[in-house]
């Protein structure tokens, strides 16, 4: 879903007052500050580019963890003072870790943007925890493991995805880490992980919302601009050749009625904007699934009512080799390997008779309808512009990618289709653990 609502916004025309400054900062810091009147509040977030692909075997989970201990405090901001303060400001905050980043974010009155920015420069340099409050925080990220991924049937199917997927290490851990290395983490294993990788060579900060660009410029110049910048480890190499034998994997869990079922292929990510393919597959995955008109929901949901849920999705901006997903639940009574292979049938038969014109135009009067909500929401503008310059892009290039994803053509369509091939495909099944007396609740990937 994030996927799809990032892309979408490269329809999204910027409101006509609005202006968008710049600037890399003499330390390598990325500032980018777009200025939009129409409520007097203010985003920012804060993207430092280290996420679970950037980590090593027995040390996964740290970009997570770390994420966690931002939050314990400095000499001048005591452990729980950034929450306290945040809240007194009358404003929200949160962060989060994914595969390529870990990003900070905070929605304020506008007029309170400086003292949230204040605290950033602060814990960009200046992060102090104990022991103690690492070990207390270690005991609540292996809770959150259990709950998201043990313990949840589509947290599971995700995590074996990934694992069975790819052979590099780094690209097969689950971003919240494995539970065993959860458990032998060291304070001083974050504390290294946070020298080593959060510096302002390495972050790129968004704001967006009632703000003076020229103004706003200066004040994050004089907080971050005298932060030293630092030499950046190696990055590990995420390219593993396309094609290979196929793969396929199954498991278990104790809470799902149903069976949940993912194929994955390994596709071409965007490397440069005149890239064909790469706009071909996002579009073929909107063909695919995305509302009740998709060829998918409209087939083997309401039509042959063979899966209860289906969805595909596709991340061109990834930097690793990307898998194009699609997860679905069969309907009761329905295997898994008839569902499977009516998939693979609708996939075949995109790659041997293409698309319709209409569905053609389905897809594209979808995105103008989505640019139009697009354009309301400055959190999603922030989060389009800070990921577009994350994995190595402008924040500028919104429009071409735009002009580019709308000539993508019934052929290109069909070329995409015709990649996923069983040379790329990975294919995990989870099924229902059955145990005595147990009543186990229905739950659907999430996708």
Not at 96 to 118: C, Q
Not at 134 to 149: A, G, L
Not at 339 to 362: C, F, H, K, M, P
Not at 412 to 435: G, K, N
């Amino acid at each position: 879903m994030l996927r799809r609502c990032a892309l979408m916004l490269c329809f999204a025309a910027l409101p006509a007052w609005a202006q968008t400054l710049s600037q890399t900062l003499p330390n390598g810091m990325k500032v980018i500050i777009q200025e939009d009147r129409r409520a007097p509040v203010a985003v920012s977030q804060l993207w430092y580019q280290v996420g679970s692909v950037d980590e090593q075997p027995g040390k996964t989970g740290l970009s997570h963890a770390l994420e966690h201990m931002m939050f314990k405090g400095t000499p001048a901001v005591p452990a729980g003072e950034f929450s306290r303060r945040v809240a007194a400001l009358g404003g929200q905050f949160n962060a989060y870790t994914n595969r390529n980043e870990t990003v900070y974010f905070e929605n304020v009155a506008a007029a309170n943007l400086p003292e949230v920015l204040k605290m950033e420069a602060d814990r960009m340099v200046n992060l102090n925890f104990s022991d103690r409050d690492f070990n207390n925080e270690m005991s609540v990220i292996r809770e959150e493991r259990r709950q998201r991924t043990d313990d949840s049937a589509g947290g599971k199917l995700w995590e074996h995805v990934f694992l069975n997927s790819y052979q590099t290490p780094s690209l097969r851990a689950p971003v919240i880490g494995y539970m065993n290395d959860l458990h032998t983490l060291k304070g001083d294993d974050l504390r290294r992980w946070y020298r080593q990788w959060y510096a302002p060579n390495n972050a790129t900060l968004v704001i967006v919302g009632d703000v003076d660009a020229d103004a706003t410029l200066q004040t994050v110049n004089n907080l971050f601009g005298t932060i030293a910048a630092k030499p950046l480890p190696e990055r590990n190499l995420l390219n593993e050749p396309a094609a290979r034998q196929a793969v396929s994997a199954q498991t278990t869990s104790a809470v799902t009625r149903q069976p949940l079922l993912s194929l994955s292929y390994r596709v071409p990510k965007l490397e440069k904007l005149s890239d064909r393919m790469p706009y071909a597959l996002d579009i073929l995955s909107d063909v695919l699934s995305g509302n009740s008109s998709s060829r998918l929901d409209a087939r083997l949901v309401r039509g042959k009512q063979v899966a209860l849920d289906i969805g595909a999705s596709y991340d061109m901006l990834s930097r690793e080799l990307p898998l194009f997903n699609i997860t679905a639940m069969p309907a009761e009574g329905v295997d898994v390997g008839s569902l499977q292979t009516a998939i693979q049938t609708e996939i075949a038969d995109i790659a041997r008779n293409g698309i319709s014109r209409q569905e053609l135009v389905r897809v594209r009067n979808r995105a103008a309808a989505a640019e139009i909500y697009a354009r309301d929401s400055i959190t999603s503008r922030a989060s389009l512009m800070g990921r577009l310059e994350t994995r190595g892009y402008r924040h500028t290039d919104e429009a071409e990618l735009r002009r580019r994803l709308q000539q993508v053509s019934a052929a290109d369509v069909q070329a995409a289709a015709r990649l996923l091939t069983p040379e790329r495909e990975t294919v995990v099944t989870v099924y229902p653990e059955r145990s005595p007396g147990s009543t186990p609740a229905v739950t659907a990937p999430s996708h």
